[in-house]
């Protein structure tokens, strides 16, 4: 069996879980990822990667020939300065990807803006009311017509809030740090890591080209609801909450702007998926039995 050519444009928590999710799976792999510092060797896992520089300056060329060799390529860098600097690459060098069986595009759903608490899914209307919003729908739109211009396969997951064992509400209780902004009717969307990791792993044979899917689990929350939850798990006091007035976090008022429940089903049915972690709750407490 031939090994599968994985190309990775960033390497955080979604694209190293992707990888885990594969080697689990004990499949035969290729790896190669970008990251901002100059091109070097790393290890993960006791594999030996090569790690090419990627940024908006300075680029490593040999990435060219690593791409066109790749049958998958996840891009997980978020737009620099409002622009998206790997579909901006992709027009500047490829005429076309003929070993690639997809592309995924790793968007937010903060595409969606505010919806005052209902539901969203992926043929709602997108009015995105934050930066990273407006530059995660752009990023999309330009991903989408590079996709028809140069003819290769493109998937566009919109992703809830991710949390992990390296970083969810537990951890942050215990520091000191969770800070709850008392708002009423604010529903959020979020998504254990590995559901992400294992849909990824799933789209490598069940996969439809051009589709959007939003990636969330079955629970919009508040996030109250959620910190009261995981204090509970701790046996800490609840936090206190704040007026939105007092946020000084730019990124914290943004978060807040936004109330919506974010629809799963099509994901769910296409991949034939039911979730490791349906909810914060069975998300918490697995994270609490075993890294807390």
Same mark, same amino acid.
């Given at each position: ?5 994985? %190309? ?8 190293? @879980? !992707? ?29 030996? *990667?090569?790690?090419?520089? !990627?940024?908006?300056?300075? *680029? ?29 690459? &992709?027009?500047?060098? %490829?005429? =076309?990807? /003929? ?45 989408? @017509? ?10 566009? &997951? ?48 069940? &996969? ?6 939003? *990636? ?6 508040? #996030? ?13 006091? #609840?936090?206190? @909450?704040? /007026?939105?007035?007092?946020?000084? @976090? ?13 629809? =799963? ?11 490791? &972690? ?10 609490? =039995?075993?890294?807390?």
């Amino acid at each position: 069996m031939s090994k599968l050519k994985v %190309f990775c444009f960033g390497f955080g928590q979604v694209a190293e @879980s !992707f990888v885990n999710k594969l080697i689990y799976e004990k499949k035969a792999f290729d790896l190669s990822i970008s990251s901002r510092q100059e091109t070097h060797q790393v290890e993960f896992n006791n594999l030996k *990667i090569n790690s090419y520089q !990627f940024t908006n300056s300075k *680029i490593d060329a040999s990435i060219i020939e690593k791409v066109e060799e790749a049958n998958y390529i996840l891009i997980s860098i978020p737009p620099v300065d409002g622009k998206d600097i790997v579909v901006d690459y &992709f027009k500047a060098n %490829f005429k =076309n990807i /003929e070993n690639c069986n997809w592309v995924t595009y790793l968007s937010a759903t903060s595409v969606y803006g505010d919806h005052k608490g209902d539901w969203v899914n992926e043929r709602s209307i997108t009015k995105p009311t934050s930066k990273n919003g407006t530059d995660r729908l752009n990023a999309e739109k330009a991903w989408k @017509s590079l996709s028809t211009k140069i003819n290769f396969p493109l998937q566009i &997951f919109r992703l809830a809030g991710i949390y992990s064992h390296e970083f969810n509400i537990l951890k942050r209780l215990k520091s000191g740090k969770a800070q709850i902004v008392n708002k009423k009717n604010h529903f959020f969307s979020r998504i254990h890591v590995e559901d992400i990791a294992n849909i990824l792993y799933r789209s490598i044979k069940n &996969f439809k080209n051009k589709e959007i899917y939003n *990636i969330c689990d079955d629970k919009p929350a508040p #996030q109250g609801e959620v910190a009261a939850y995981g204090a509970k798990l701790l046996k800490l006091n #609840q936090p206190t @909450s704040i /007026e939105l007035e007092e946020v000084e @976090s730019e990124m914290l008022k943004n978060f807040y702007k936004d109330s919506k429940k974010v629809d =799963n089903k099509k994901m769910k049915t296409f991949f034939n998926y039911s979730l490791k &972690f349906p909810t914060y709750v069975e998300g918490l407490n697995h994270i609490f =039995n075993n890294n807390i």
